[in-house]
Every structure is written in structure tokens, then in C-alpha cells.
């Protein structure tokens, strides 16, 4: 990845079904499990910190049902839940950020804790200096800038401390990660148009992000058209329509007998290349291109709807959009991972224990598999022989709260 904050490590206490998670993240990763696993919660504990950021702690609750509804079933009354992130900043920092909301005693929630450290090293690789804040309860009680925003009520001290350049880059990814789980109906429909910087969660507005695509980056859009055509090989472009009011997309599609491609709107055409178009407009957006890049996309499934042989195309869309911007998806699928270049590091397995999610690396007997290269990762998933370590293994810090 060139340019952008990466998410090194995630730690999550107590979020919906994951009682404790603690795991290292790369450019690109799949989440396997069977359904109910915890992998949708562990991509939506990420995505709450977006929407936290990007609105506010109540909105991202109420979204989401509410502090009880987030907070694991399993939990006390009294507990929190944490969710915290590691990461790498371009200009040679590394640092972590975590947050903690915990029940008011008036009911709903409260901040209980955020701290944020980030510290850049000196040519030597010694810490050369470091920037911080803590708070408690929702106040400050330790920071060493140099003036210190005052805290607001219901927001994340983040927001107020991306004021200062040091804290800006980290703010601006966690804030910018994009999460998806595509249908094709929001897609086929007439859309109102929209700016087009951003696709919407569920592909609603593609019309505009793909005319925004095509005017900034003409050559991001002759590469999703081309891994399109590979998935469906008669389309051989793609244009924003205009329909009244509304807009929709146009592919252009040979057909036999015709010497022109002839033109089908979005309504027309089949949910796999809708399902497929959606997930690389995702991963190529314009953000992607520019500074205001999308540092981080989650995309539920992305091979839905998909013929069992554009499996291989998925896949090399997904390592291709991993070397500009992090990419997070979980997966079913046996085709998307029947490559033996597939790392196990690049995989994150869920399993159900006793009513709790939990989620790892591959344990030491998958790990050894595909070393060896006696299977693929597809394979074993195939087999359901995808597991993570041991919960007595080897465990991370979890939480300082």
C-alpha cells in the first residue's frame, strides 16, 4: 500500500457476539466462517468507529439498536465494550487509538474512555517523539499538546484533536473506512444523483460515483470495465444514462447477429455482473486515487451472484486494489480462495464457542497445509477444516480497559 494510514492490528472486547479479539491485519484479508460466526461483527466494529467519527457515538448506537443491542449478550451490566485499532502512518509513525462506551447510569451510553498514542521514530529507529492523549469519563486527564481542545459531549476527543496535523492523517482514514454489503435491486433502480465521491453502502448511488470516475480517472474505469468484461465477456463498456430527474448506468453489450454493441440499462442486466460491477466500483472508487483516498474498504461477500469461474477475476481485482487501499472481506466462497499463493497470514478464521464468536489466525495445522502446499486455502474451506488457533494459545493484550 502506497500513501495511506494501515490498520496493523484490530482489538475488540465485548462487541455484539466477540467477547475478546485481538489480530493482526494486512493489505488484504478474508474473514472465513460459517454463518453466524462473528464475522459481520467483527467488520461492523470497525465500521462503528467510522460512523462514531463521521457523526456521533449516538448515532452509530441508534443505528445499530441501541448500546444493548451492541454490547455482548454475555457481558455484566456493568461491562464495556472496546474497540481499538494499531496502525502505521506513511510519514514513519506507528501508534494505536481505542475506545471505550460503556452504560450511563441515566440510561443509553457513555464515552467511558479514548486514548490515542502515535510516535515517530528518529533515522535510528529510536523513538525520536511522541504525541498522546487520554481520557476518562469524558475528561482529559492526560495529553501533551500543546493546547488541548476542550472535550464535547457525545463526540470523540478525535474529532476535536484532528485539528492538530499529528492526529489529522489518523482521523481522516478511520473516518474515511467504507464498508459494503451489496443487493442488486438498489443498483438496477433509477437513482437520484449524488457528488459520486463516495459509494453508498449498499450501491444506491454507482451512477454518479461511476460518472465521477469516468471524468477524474478515466484509466480506473477502463480497469473495472475490463475486469467486468472478464466476468461478463460481451460487455465491452460502461457509461452513466441520464433518465429525466434520475440516472442509471448503460453497459454495452455485443450480441450475435449485430455490429454495434447494443445498449442495456442497469435494470436490464443480470444480478452477478450488477454484484460484480458494485464490488469494484468499491474497491476503485475515485478516493482510491487521490489524497483523499477511502484508506480501508469492507465488502460482505463479494462473490455473491458470481459464476464459479469469475472466482479467479475476483481475486485479482481484490490484490489489485490492496496495493492503494486495505481490503477486508468475508467470504463462503471455495473458488475465491482455490489459489495456493494465498497466504495464510491473508486469513482470519471464526468459529462459535459456547454462544461467543471467536476469531483468529489459522491454527498451526492449516498454517502447515498450505506451507506445504498440500491443499489450498479453498480447499480446506471446502473440507470446513478452516480454524483458528486454540483459545488457550498464545493471546494478545486485549483491552486497557
Not at 504525541?131 to 459531549?153: C, K, W, Y
Not at 447494443?262 to 454484484?275: V, Y
Not at 487501499?325 to 489459489?339: F, G, I
Request: net charge negative; glycine share 8%; aromatic share 6%.
Amino acid at each position: 500500500m502506497n500513501g495511506s494510514v494501515l490498520i496493523t492490528r484490530a482489538v475488540l472486547k465485548n462487541y455484539k457476539s466477540i467477547a475478546t479479539c485481538s489480530v493482526k491485519l494486512r493489505s488484504l484479508i478474508f474473514l472465513v466462517g460459517q454463518n453466524g460466526s462473528g464475522k459481520s461483527n467483527f467488520l461492523d466494529a470497525l465500521h462503528f468507529v467510522a460512523d462514531a467519527l463521521r457523526d456521533s457515538l449516538d448515532q452509530a448506537l441508534r443505528v445499530r439498536g441501541g448500546f444493548d443491542e451492541v454490547r455482548q449478550r454475555g457481558a455484566r451490566p456493568a461491562d464495556v465494550f472496546t474497540v481499538g485499532v494499531h496502525f502505521q502512518i506513511p510519514e514513519g509513525a506507528t501508534g494505536s487509538y481505542e475506545l471505550a462506551i460503556g452504560p450511563h447510569p441515566q440510561g443509553g451510553a457513555l464515552i467511558q474512555g479514548e486514548t490515542c498514542r502515535i510516535a515517530w521514530s528518529s533515522p535510528n529507529g529510536q523513538p525520536a517523539r511522541e504525541t498522546f492523549f487520554d481520557l476518562e469519563q469524558g475528561e482529559l486527564i492526560r495529553s501533551n499538546l500543546p493546547a488541548p481542545p476542550a472535550s464535547s459531549p457525545g463526540r470523540l476527543y478525535l474529532v476535536n484533536a484532528s485539528g492538530y496535523p499529528d492526529f489529522r492523517p489518523l482521523y481522516e482514514a478511520l473516518s474515511r473506512m467504507a464498508f459494503y454489503s451489496f443487493s442488486p435491486a438498489p443498483i438496477r433502480e433509477l437513482q437520484v444523483p449524488t457528488a459520486g465521491e463516495w459509494l453508498a453502502r449498499d450501491g444506491s448511488n454507482i451512477a454518479s460515483v461511476w460518472r465521477h470516475l469516468a471524468r477524474t480517472h478515466p484509466d480506473l474505469k477502463r480497469r473495472v470495465e475490463e475486469y467486468v468484461g472478464k466476468v461478463t465477456p460481451a460487455i465491452t463498456s460502461i457509461e452513466g444514462k441520464t433518465v429525466g430527474p434520475k440516472e442509471t448506468l448503460e453497459f454495452r453489450q455485443a450480441a450475435a447477429g449485430m455490429g454495434e454493441p447494443c445498449p442495456f440499462l442497469a435494470a436490464n442486466m443480470s444480478d452477478g455482473t450488477l454484484h460484480a460491477l458494485a464490488v469494484l466500483v468499491a474497491l476503485f472508487q475515485p478516493g482510491n486515487g487521490s489524497r483523499h483516498r477511502i484508506p480501508l474498504v469492507g465488502i460482505e461477500e463479494p462473490e455473491l451472484a458470481l459464476h464459479p469461474a469469475a472466482a479467479g477475476v475476483l481475486r485479482e481485482s481484490l490484490n489489485d486494489a490492496s496495493r492503494a487501499t486495505q481490503v477486508l472481506v468475508t467470504s463462503h466462497s471455495p473458488d475465491l480462495l482455490d489459489d495456493a499463493a494465498i497466504s495464510p497470514d491473508s486469513i482470519l478464521a471464526a468459529v462459535t464457542e459456547h454462544g461467543a464468536s471467536r476469531i483468529g489466525p489459522l491454527n498451526g495445522v492449516c498454517r502447515s497445509v498450505l506451507q506445504d502446499r498440500l491443499f489450498t486455502a479453498g480447499e480446506l474451506l471446502q473440507l470446513n477444516q478452516l480454524e483458528p488457533e486454540p483459545a488457550e494459545g498464545p493471546r494478545e493484550p486485549v483491552s486497557r480497559f
